[in-house]
C-alpha cells in the first residue's frame, strides 16, 4: 500500500508540475524534465517484484484399462503446509476441486471423477467439517473411446489451497495423450 502511495504522490506532483505556466505562456519544461527522472528511480527503488505462489502443481498421465476404456490420473503435489480442498465441499465452505473435461466426440466420461480418501478435520473459519489433502493426492476419472484414432483431452481444474494464514484459488489447463 505504501509503495501505491508514493507512485501515486508522483504521479500528481509531476502532472502538476506540467501545469504550471510561465506569466508568458510558455511550459517550464525545463524543470519538468529534471524531476522526472528522479521520480522513475524513485519508483523503481519502491517498487517490490510480484511473486506468484502456486502451492499446487498438477502431473498427469493415462492408463488403459482395456480395448475402449481408459483412466485419466490428475496427481496433485501439494506444497508443504499447504492443503487442497476436495471436490465435495458443503455450501458454506471453501471452493470445491472442479475438473472441466473439453467435450469431444472421441470419448465419453464414465461417472464423475473420483478422488482418495484425504482426511476431514474441523475448519474454524468455516465452521465445518471439510474434508482436504496434503502433500499429494490422485484424482481419476474414467474415459470410454468413440475411436481408436489417437486424440488429445484438454481440461482445466479449479481449486482453492489454503495454509494456516492464506487460501488461494488456483486454475490450471491440463492434457492428455489417448
Known amino acids: 500500500m505504501k509503495n501505491i502511495t508514493v507512485i501515486l504522490v508522483l504521479f500528481i506532483f ?8 510561465k506569466p508568458n505562456g510558455s511550459s517550464d519544461v525545463m524543470g519538468t524534465e529534471k524531476q522526472i527522472p528522479a521520480a522513475i528511480k524513485t519508483i523503481k527503488t ?3 517484484p510480484l511473486k506468484i505462489i502456486e502451492p499446487v502443481k498438477w502431473v498427469t498421465d493415462t492408463r488403459k484399462l ?3 476404456e481408459y483412466e485419466l490420473i490428475i496427481v496433485a503435489n501439494i506444497e508443504d503446509k499447504y492443503h487442497l480442498y476436495s471436490q465435495t465441499v458443503l455450501n458454506n465452505g471453501p471452493e470445491p476441486t472442479v475438473f472441466i473435461f473439453e ?8 461417472g464423475n471423477t473420483s478422488e482418495e480418501k484425504g482426511h476431514t478435520v474441523y475448519d474454524s473459519i468455516f465452521k465445518l467439517d471439510i474434508k482436504s489433502f496434503s502433500t ?12 481408436t484414432t489417437t ?14 494464514t492464506t487460501c488461494l484459488m488456483g486454475y490450471s489447463a491440463i492434457k492428455f495423450q489417448i
Open 14 to 21: 509531476i502532472s502538476c508540475k506540467n501545469e504550471d505556466k
Open 46 to 48: 519502491t517498487v517490490t
Open 66 to 68: 482395456s480395448k475402449t
Open 103 to 110: 467435450k469431444s466426440d472421441h470419448y465419453t466420461l464414465i
Open 136 to 147: 499429494q493426492t490422485t484424482f481419476k476419472q474414467k474415459i470410454k473411446i468413440t475411436n
Open 151 to 164: 486424440f488429445k483431452i484438454n481440461a482445466e481444474i479449479e481449486f482453492m489451497s489454503c495454509n494456516n
